[in-house]
């Protein structure tokens, strides 16, 4: 009884602080546990850290489970019927329609994109900006912004982009906290707090897409990117996607695509800052394998520690933070019933610094993704991009713009944390330091 009232009160607790910042809100005991259950009113929630259990709901019987409210509702406006929010036969569908463009083969290309748009805010800064402070958030938002244009969407947006960044913003700001009532599952006409401010920002991210959505109607070549599959898409009657949907495509390709790569390179920098040794063998290896030119494609399978760095950080702070799913009929974990309508909740911050899963969970230590020791780790306890049929889409698509934007930006320059600036991980839709991360920037000798 003590047990039960104790946890409810936890869980009050914590849904009440979740709502500024869900992963200062987790409590300790989580970091061990592996099977948390609670009930809140009428529903059923579990908190998953068991692999297997993790493996059953997003991989095995991934049909039994929807995304929860609280991962669609905070995105809709935004992203309407896109593929992050859809389900069932329009979600299989639309997928199926844009899945080859990140089949593997493509990587080459986008990578000389990736290039291309890197190289252009780096020389930039060799000329404007040493001696100077960034905010890094800010400038690899901008950068990883320009590329999804370029390579999804063939266009190079300019002031576009700008704006682009700019509503966005403004969207997280009115739309940014995962609010009590979606996680407890309430239904979405009740009005939440903050809805009505982020109309305007949605309507200017809708200007820029429309121009986008505009220019490759009026164009007379076809492309070969994403926005043609989706342009040149027809139903069995002939008909093609409504422009609704493919603007609710075009959105989300654009914010899934872009801000979370973004927030890894932030986090990255921020822990070579703090970790001078690591540092230093990052120049090292990239000094032995790109001799001061600017890294391609083909330099990726020699530029093993840069990648492990990746991983890490994406261990320690993975941009989507918490994965919530519902049971759409009965089911049973590790022995426990999952009555219809639960609410499944994975926080892969908490799964990826666990202490049954991690040694030394919350030490900042890229080797153990290094080849040797990269077999310890377990599957499933190690989710940044998810699992099962809604894995991230573009997930070798970020992991080699990371590894690339990394290797350049670390081999030009040092990049020197503002001193005394607080740097505190703030969990909302997805997981950016709070307060942004202003860096001096140094020249690196190459
Ligand atoms: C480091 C970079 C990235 C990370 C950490 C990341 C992470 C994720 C995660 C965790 C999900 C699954 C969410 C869930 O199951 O609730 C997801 C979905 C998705 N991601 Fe990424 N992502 C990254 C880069 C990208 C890029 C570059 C693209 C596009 C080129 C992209 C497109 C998508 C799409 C379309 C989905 C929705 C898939 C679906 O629901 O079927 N992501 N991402």
Redesign the pocket.
Request: include cysteine; charge should be positive.
């Given at each position: 009884m003590f047990r039960i009232t104790h946890e409810i009160l936890d869980t009050a607790k914590y849904l009440n602080l979740a709502r500024s910042n869900m992963v200062a809100a987790w409590p300790q005991s989580y970091y061990r546990r592996e099977l948390i259950q609670l009930k809140f009113f009428h529903k059923r929630m579990f908190v998953m850290n068991r692999p297997e259990d993790i493996q059953h709901v997003?991989v095995a019987n991934a049909s039994n489970y929807r995304?929860s409210l609280a991962?669609r509702q905070s995105l809709k406006p935004l992203l309407g019927k896109?593929?992050?929010?859809?389900e069932g036969k329009l979600?299989e569908r639309q997928?199926k329609i844009?899945s080859p463009?990140?089949h593997k083969k493509r990587l080459k290309g986008y990578a000389e994109t990736m290039m291309d748009a890197a190289s252009e805010v780096a020389d930039d800064w060799e000329g404007n900006r040493i001696g100077g402070e960034v905010d890094l958030m800010e400038e690899m938002t901008l950068l990883?912004s320009d590329i999804?244009t370029r390579?999804?969407f063939g266009v190079v947006l300019g002031e576009g982009n700008e704006a682009l960044y700019q509503a966005f913003q403004d969207y997280l700001a009115s739309h940014g906290r995962i609010h009590i009532s979606e996680l407890i599952g309430l239904p979405s006409w009740i009005p939440r707090p903050g809805q009505a401010m982020g109309r305007s920002a949605v309507r200017q991210f809708d200007d820029v897409i429309a121009g986008v959505i505009e220019e490759r109607h009026n164009q007379d070549e076809p492309k070969d990117d994403?926005l043609q599959m989706l342009v040149d898409f027809r139903e069995e009657s002939g008909e093609p996607m409504t422009g609704q949907l493919l603007r609710d495509e075009v959105a989300?390709?654009y914010l899934?695509?872009?801000e979370?790569?973004a927030?890894?390179l932030t986090w990255a920098f921020y822990l070579l800052h703090e970790h001078p040794d690591i540092k230093q063998r990052l120049w090292d290896e990239l000094a032995s394998t790109l001799c001061g030119r600017d890294p391609t494609y083909e330099d990726l399978p020699n530029l093993p520690l840069t990648r492990a760095i990746?991983d890490e950080t994406?261990r320690l702070y993975?941009?989507?933070h918490v994965?919530?799913?519902q049971a759409l009929g009965d089911d049973e974990i590790s022995g426990i019933r999952v009555p219809k309508g639960s609410f499944m909740t994975i926080s892969?911050w908490v799964l990826h610094r666990h202490k049954l899963h991690w040694e030394d969970p919350n030490r900042f230590d890229p080797d153990r993704f290094l080849p040797d020791r990269f077999k310890q780790v377990k599957s499933f306890a190690y989710?940044?991009?998810?699992?099962?049929?809604?894995?991230?889409?573009?997930?070798h698509?970020?992991?080699v713009?990371?590894t690339l934007l990394l290797a350049l930006f670390a081999q030009r320059f040092e990049l020197k944390l503002r001193s005394e600036h607080p740097v505190e991980p703030l969990g909302r839709m997805t997981l950016r330091p709070h307060q942004g991360m202003p860096m001096n920037v140094l020249q690196h000798e190459r």
């Open positions: 997003m995304k991962n896109g593929v992050f929010v859809s979600w997928r844009m463009a990140n990883t999804i390579t999804m994403l989300s390709i899934a695509g872009h979370t790569t927030i890894t990746v994406l993975p941009p989507v994965f919530s799913r892969s989710i940044p991009f998810g699992a099962g049929p809604r894995i991230c889409m573009g997930k698509f970020g992991l713009e990371a």
